[in-house]
């Protein structure tokens, strides 16, 4: 069982995480924006350069998003009581696994499961 002490910890990383997301969220914006399909202004292969730069700015922007979900449900289930638990068996999440991802919903045990389908 996570202490009060250790919520707040993570609370204040959660917080912390949240805000960067964010800021970098709106500091990506432009890197989204539609690829010109004007040859006469770039040639095709900066174009498709650019258009791969604008695929991997895109999957960053959904990546960014997925975490703050994490981030928000994290802190939701703080104010509810039952941070520090698995989702799937409610066993206590290990504190070190907290520790590298203040948001994980799963125990070790449980992600494994997950992942091996």
Known sequence: MVSE???EHFRQRLLQLQLELRSQRE????ATRVVELDQTRVGRLSRLDA?????????Q???RQLQLQRITAALRRMEQGGYGDCH???EPID???LE????????IR??????QG
Not at 100 to 107: E, G, R, V
Not at 110 to 115: D, F, G, K, S, V
Request: one cysteine or more.
């Open 5 to 7: 002490p250790e919520i």
């Open 27 to 30: 500091a990506g914006v432009d």
């Open 51 to 59: 258009m791969q730069g604008q695929a991997m700015s895109q999957e």
């Open 61 to 63: 922007v959904r990546r």
């Open 88 to 90: 799937d068996c409610g």
């Open 95 to 97: 504190v070190r696994r």
């Open 100 to 107: 590298m991802d203040p948001a994980a919903d799963l125990c």
């Open 110 to 115: 449980c992600a494994t499961a997950r992942e």
